[in-house]
């Protein structure tokens, strides 16, 4: 319960971010996402510092942090119309990035890992395989967005 009021916060500014990117205002709506960001990376600060192991606290709090850095790049890409596809595209690989220390955060940890990944892999294909099918993008934006 402490951490709701950061919590809470968080949703007032996604709340104002989904409003003002629906109404296509980017530069306030990438200035509300970065600072939306800095709640998620918060959250992640205040609880690495209960956490019971502080290497994994540690790598997840740094992936939080890039995932803050990719959402903001991410948002960049409409302010910055003339490098979208550069914007975007390093977006995605710095999303990558923090899912990757995500993944040797908790890996260690999980006691079936084959079989979860074996699963996490299945379930990725199937849901990658419909959302292309709904999507209309080139294949590169295709591609790089499903790597996180």
Known sequence: MAHLPVCLICLAIVAAFLYTEHHKQYVVAVTLKGLASVCFVTL???????????????????????????DVLLGLRYVFAQRAQQVFLVGILVFLLGHVLYLVAI???????????????????????????KIEAEQTFKLFGCLP
């Open 44 to 70: 992640g600060i205040l609880a690495a510092g209960i956490a019971s192991e502080d290497l994994p606290a540690r790598l997840i709090m740094v992936g939080l942090i890039f995932g803050a850095v990719a």
């Open 107 to 133: 890996a260690p940890r999980c006691p079936v890992l084959i079989p979860s990944a074996l699963v996490g892999i299945v379930a990725t294909a199937l849901l990658m395989r419909w959302i292309f099918a």
